[in-house]
């Protein structure tokens, strides 16, 4: 059948349009402004062309900082997704327990995100902070101004803490859409637990793992206010991810144009990550669905 | 293929049962001869799936035991059972190809692989699916699914029973037809022990050799869809079976008669007198009314519905409703009618069970 195109429909997008201009698509084109001009103040411009994006993709702080925001993004996905999924699959379907378990599990996810950094940096200090002060006691060096790892695992805990109950609540929504005859059937069917996952819940799961995916990827390599709060950036630079060397670079030295170089680059390299996992996860489902 | 026992089985959902309210099973005996077709009918809420939960081995009975052949089965889980389960809503593994969800049972059970490959061919060929082996179960047909679900079951090897949980409410109404008859012809075939429940007594009527009636959480008829229309053991068989159902009119009995209203209606033989105080009605079903001028007890009538080759006749004997059934071309007087019910065909029931 050939559907029939309206035209109408554009009527009813264009406030959206519009709204999303002046809020993105604006204040983009100005970033794209200083990004291929040179200023001095007073409102001067010179013409820089695409002098400040090889600058950028040919500096070696530019790609130190790339490549730990991978890591970091890598590590944190390779830990909350799984996690996520198991926590997910131990909460209880049914009965008193569920709405308390989903409000614990909310519950990181309503603080404010300079809170989480600031209750971590005083959680993890050596001299005042429960864990790091519990730590020193048990004869554990650790201390995360000063020591690289101690640092990374400081930022990585946190974001863990912080961001995998959203993955436990949408694997939970997804969980929870499986009629009951799935497992009555499996029961029967003689199948395993692993078999139950493997067959039942992670292909009902295959959605809002997407989503969770998407999600977490993007927001782990945007990754600003926590690390920021709890360790500046440092010891060194040792977690500087993109955006806090971003910051550093236009507020900090207000290097303007390389600044906005650099973040168009930020920008495309998320658009473009994303878009591969988009592509991977659902070209998979298009293929299962011939 | 096995016998199935129910041994003195009621179940509760609630932990400490008070009254007989409590159960959603009351205690009953019941025996499923091996290899028959059974329909287990009744309106829903009335606990057919928690029966047909509990022979699955899906639920835990509360009291009673489960017997397999005289094999006592009440604690075995149900993949110990052998039996095969179709659900109401077809369950299929959507990553999986037709192949895979027919050999998944067997792979469970660690059977050795050219086994599984010449049992899921066989079963392919069975359903007549051979040619979407191959195939991605997702994207199929709910009666396709249905089938694979039933092929699921029946691939492992003399499975006990195969039970049915509406098998067909998401299929399409030319293909129901289609699908229950492919099910008996598979009866026919392996003479496997299955229980069909349903709400539609046609698909009971026409599935089964037996129909197991359920009714608030009890048994309340076993019997052969003959025996359902003739001799309904509880008025609910009466109403339930048959369109329209059975007339139930309160009466009061004396030997051979009954007395509706100011009128006498003559019955088949005399009755035990029931013991007082119970409720006393009188069962007929609309095929056994006959309007008339001639005899009979005066009744009014109120309106006619023609549906082909019947028209259902409602009609009130001293204000007593009821209705018939007359057949095509047959005169209905709109006043001074007189009704005549078929003496042979007129059970009398006691506290809505039948007074023998």
């Known amino acids: 059948m050939e559907k029939k195109v309206n035209q109408k429909a554009w009527f009813f997008v264009l406030p959206v349009v519009l709204l999303v201009a002046f809020s993105a698509l604006i204040p983009l084109m100005t970033v794209v402004n200083y990004s291929v001009q040179d200023t001095f103040g007073n409102n001067a411009f010179f013409w820089a062309g695409t002098d400040w994006f090889t600058d950028i993709l040919r500096s070696e702080r530019f790609h130190s900082a790339l490549w730990r925001q991978f890591l970091f993004s890598g590590i944190i996905l390779a830990i909350e997704v799984p996690l996520g999924i198991a926590i997910a699959l131990a909460m209880p379907r049914r009965g008193l327990w569920v709405p308390v378990c989903l409000v614990l599990m909310a519950l990181p996810l309503l603080i404010p995100w300079n809170v989480v950094g600031t209750i971590w940096q005083v959680f993890a200090r050596v001299d005042i902070g429960l864990l790091g002060h519990t730590l020193a006691n048990l004869g554990i060096d650790f201390n995360y101004t000063q020591d690289p790892l101690d640092a990374w695992i400081t930022v990585v805990v946190m974001d863990v803490w912080h961001w995998t109950s959203l993955v436990v609540l949408l694997c939970y929504a997804g969980l929870q859409s499986i009629p009951d005859a799935y497992y009555q059937a499996a029961r029967i069917d003689g199948a395993s637990k692993w078999a139950i996952f493997r067959y039942i819940q992670l292909p009902k799961l295959h959605r809002v793992l997407l989503i969770a995916v998407l999600l977490r990827f993007m927001d782990s390599f945007m990754i600003y206010t926590e690390p920021f709060v709890v360790t500046g950036g440092g010891p060194g630079s040792a977690t500087t991810f993109l955006s806090i060397d971003l910051v550093k670079m236009a507020i900090g030295q207000f290097d303007l144009g390389r600044a906005a170089a650099f973040s168009i680059i930020y920008f495309l390299i998320i658009l473009l990550v994303s878009w591969a996992f988009y592509t991977v996860m659902t070209g998979k489902t298009k293929e299962s669905d011939r | ?356």
């Open chain 2, 1 to 356: 293929m096995a016998r199935i026992e129910l041994n003195r089985l009621a179940h509760a959902y609630m932990p400490n049962p008070q009254s007989r309210a409590d159960f959603a099973l009351k205690e009953f005996d019941l025996t499923w001869d091996d290899g028959g077709a059974y329909a287990l009918l009744g309106p829903s809420g009335c606990g057919k799936t928690t029966l047909l939960n509990i022979i699955s081995g899906l639920l835990a009975p509360s009291h009673g035991r489960v017997l397999f052949d005289g094999h006592e089965v009440t604690g075995l889980p149900p993949e110990a059972r052998n039996i095969a389960q179709v659900f109401q809503f077809p369950v299929i593994y959507d990553s999986m190809t037709v192949y895979d969800n027919l050999a998944f049972p067997l792979r469970n059970r660690k059977v050795p692989a050219a086994e599984i490959d010449r049992r899921v061919h066989e079963m392919a060929e069975m359903l007549e699916m051979t040619r979407e082996l191959k195939r991605k179960a997702k994207g199929l047909t709910a009666d396709a699914k249905q089938k694979i679900s039933l092929g699921r079951g029946l691939v492992r090897d003399s499975v006990n029973a195969i039970l049915f949980d509406e098998p067909l409410t998401v299929i399409d109404p030319h293909l129901k037809w289609q699908l229950r008859s492919q099910l008996k012809h598979l009866h026919k075939r392996f003479a496997h022990t299955m229980i069909y429940v349903t709400h539609d007594q046609t698909e009971a009527l026409t599935f089964a050799d037996k129909v197991v009636v359920m009714y608030e959480g009890e048994v309340v008829q076993v019997g052969t869809p003959d025996e359902l229309f003739h001799r309904p053991a509880h008025t609910f068989v009466g109403y339930f079976i048959g369109s329209p159902g059975m007339n139930v009119l309160p009466c009061a009995v004396n030997g051979a008669s009954a007395r509706v209203g100011e009128h006498e209606i003559a019955l088949r033989g005399g009755y035990e007198p029931p013991p007082a105080g119970s409720k006393i009605e009188l069962g007929v079903r609309p095929e056994f009314v006959r309007l008339g001028r001639e005899d009979g007890v005066p009744v009014s009538v109120e309106r006619v519905d023609d549906i082909g080759r019947y028209r259902i006749v409602k009609a009130k004997l001293d204000g007593i409703p009821f209705s018939a059934l007359m057949p095509e071309g047959a005169e209905i007087p709109a006043d001074d009618a007189r009704v005549r019910f078929d003496a042979s065909a007129v059970n009398l029931y006691v506290d809505d069970h039948l007074w023998p």
